[in-house]
Each structure stands twice: as C-alpha cells, then as structure tokens.
C-alpha cells in the first residue's frame, strides 16, 4: 500500500523545516519508507475534501490503504510503531522514547509555540519586551531541565528513536530567536539530529515544494 502524506502548497515558513509535515516525511525516511505527497493549499485545507482527512483543517495527514491518521504525534508514532527503525526492540526502551514523544509535543513544545507566535504577531503591542521575557522565562524553564537529563549524551535515551526525532523538531522552532544557544548541549542535539541522512532528505524535499527546484542528489 502506497503511503500519501499532505502538505502546505507553500509553507508559511518558506520551506525552512517547520511546517509539521517535515516531522512525517523524516520518520518515513528514517524508516525507509517511500511516500507520496499531495499538496493543499490554504483554502483547500477548510473544504469538505481535507475536513474529512484533518477534522480541524491542518496538516500533515496520513492515508495508508484504507488508515487515515492526523496528528503528528499520532503520525509519527504510527510509522515507528509498523516499521523499524525509530523504536528499539527492548520493552523499557521503547516505553522511554514514546514517554520523550509525549515530552516533546505536551511540555516542551507549548511555551515554544507561544513564543513563536509572540515573536510573530505581537511585536506592534506597548507590552510587546515584557510578555517577551516571560514567555522566553517558560521556555527556558523545561529546556534547562532538558539541558540537565541530555547531559553529554549523544541521543535522549541510548540509541536515537522517535523521541528524539519529536524533540528536535520541536526545539527547531528557537533556531531563529537564538535562545537555544543558552544551552550548548541541546543545540549541539538539534545540529546531530539535522545532520542525519534521513532528515537531509526530508528537509530537501519539503524545500523543493517552496523554491520549486528539486531536491539534489
């Protein structure tokens, strides 16, 4: 059964490696697994077609067969739970990186997104610098405990798994504010986790959709 992920028809990021469907298309690389993509556009996304697929109208979604799955948490877990590669066999193990899943996307990513869209949207407003101290303060605060659990280590828990390819693609989003460089150790984690084959090759072809040259190689 082919695999057909969506995705944005162009990227409000401009094909840097935000948009959530880069998440799925690095799980499928890693795993080994060719998909398809079908674009969508911003009013395609609120049409009954997509709403069918995504009930709140987002991306990515994922259609295997007669499976349909929304949800990048969902997604990714589906495809490191059906194929190898991003769960290790051991029963412990892979209880750890389904838990730095759930870390990643419930406690991790929340106060990121918030200071994502403060940097974004709110930069016109009189309250503008100290809302942006306090939501970088909550930011900060599961990153310096995260800081303290990675320690020297290469990967969250032993061999690289899911848990890591969730927790980079969140702590991506603070390239651009430079706030991970607070913590050498995590923006060393993030720049071992680009560095990967797999994610190469996602990130090239979710670039490819938003500079319209196909990905090298």
Known sequence: MSIIITA??????GGKGLARDTRVRWALEEVGQS???RLVSFRAMKEAAHLALHPFGQIPTYEEGDLVLFETGGIVFHIAERYAGLLPGDANARAHAITWMFAALNTVEPPILEFANARLLEGDKPWYEERLTLVEDRVCRP???LSIRLDEAEWLDGTFSAGDLMMVSVLLRLKPS???NRFPNL???VA?????AAYQRAF???LAVNTGQPPAG
């Open 143 to 145: 990153l310096s405990r």
């Open 187 to 189: 923006a060393a984690y």
């Open 204 to 206: 090239a072809a979710q």
């Open 8 to 13: 944005f028809e162009r990227s409000p990021d």
């Open 192 to 196: 071992r986790g680009e560095a990967r």
């Open 35 to 37: 998909y398809e993509v």
């Open 178 to 180: 430079g706030t991970l």
